[in-house]
């Protein structure tokens, strides 16, 4: 569904992303890991045509065989919520504190063309349950909310208009581990019940082995190594992939499983 070939990433001084390829199914959890700085971020900012403004993107991105680096800034917004949705690490930069949780779902709505008024209540009132919310919810302003409340709305939202794709970058970083587990247990749930794929990227071992089909690593802007989770966890070629793992200790455990035959 997704297909990235050959992608570049560059400032005026540099490039940052360097020629990666990779490419995502229907369905899958795929991680993306690496060193901090190695560009993930910009990378899955490349695929929905988000990147800061002083950073040109070449190569090829291709989602459900529509080009998308030959679609118009309209096409692409329009597309963005729709077929390709984000979830951000930074959850509280995605609200404005004015504004409460209904009005945050109406506005998305509206951008999306929902028009009629009680169609959008009924759907954000479903979404909100869907992440296990209340209705009430929808009535109060972000710091009202806890930090795994705010980032379930986030899901909700980007899940309200069924996107084939979520790209989820570093989404627990900011929560204790416990509403992290809960983040991530909610997002494979809702995987399971609507077959989205996620571009997932995390430094976060334990997660990539509990969820991850696929996964790629990234060293300074290139892909070393890319596969089934299961087979780079037993059987890692490259020597950053080999160190990430060293330094992951409770992941060495698993790895010992996965060569005993144990599923992780
Ligand atoms: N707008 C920009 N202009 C120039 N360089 C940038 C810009 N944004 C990010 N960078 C640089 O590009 C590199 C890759 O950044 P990116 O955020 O993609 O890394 P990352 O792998 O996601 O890191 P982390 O795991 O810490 O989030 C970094 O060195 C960063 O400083």
Not at 160 to 189: C, F, Q, V
């Amino acid at each position: 569904m997704l297909s990235i070939d050959q992608v570049s990433v560059s400032s005026k001084e540099k490039k940052i992303v360097n020629h990666v390829s990779l490419s995502i199914r229907e369905g899958e959890w795929y991680a993306l890991v690496g060193q901090s700085g190695s560009g993930k971020t910009l990378l899955s900012q490349a695929i929905g045509r988000m990147l800061p403004a002083n950073l040109q993107v070449h190569g090829n991105i291709r989602f459900n065989e529509q080009d998308l680096m030959s679609l118009t800034a309209k096409e692409m917004r329009s597309l963005r919520g729709k077929k390709i949705s984000y979830i951000f690490q930074d959850y509280q930069g995605s609200f404005t504190p004015f504004r409460t949780i209904g009005q945050h779902f109406d506005e998305y709505q509206k951008v999306h063309d929902i028009s009629d008024a009680s169609t959008r209540l009924n759907q954000a009132v479903e979404a909100l349950h869907s992440v296990g919310l209340e209705e009430s919810l929808l009535k109060r302003y972000p710091f009202q909310l806890s930090g795994g409340q705010l980032q379930r709305v986030s899901i909700a939202t980007a899940l309200l208009l069924s996107p084939d794709l979520i790209i989820a970058d570093e989404i627990t970083t900011a929560l204790d581990s416990i509403s992290g587990h809960k983040i991530l247990e909610l997002l494979a749930r809702r995987q399971k019940e609507s077959g989205f794929a996620i571009l997932f990227i995390t430094h976060d071992w334990r997660h990539v082995r509990r969820y991850a089909n696929h996964l790629a690593v990234m060293k300074e802007g290139q892909i070393v190594e890319a596969g089934q989770k299961d087979q780079i966890l037993s059987n890692p070629q490259h020597e950053y992939t080999k160190e990430l793992i060293k330094a992951a200790p409770t992941l060495q455990r698993s790895v010992l499983n996965i060569r005993k035959g144990v599923t992780i």
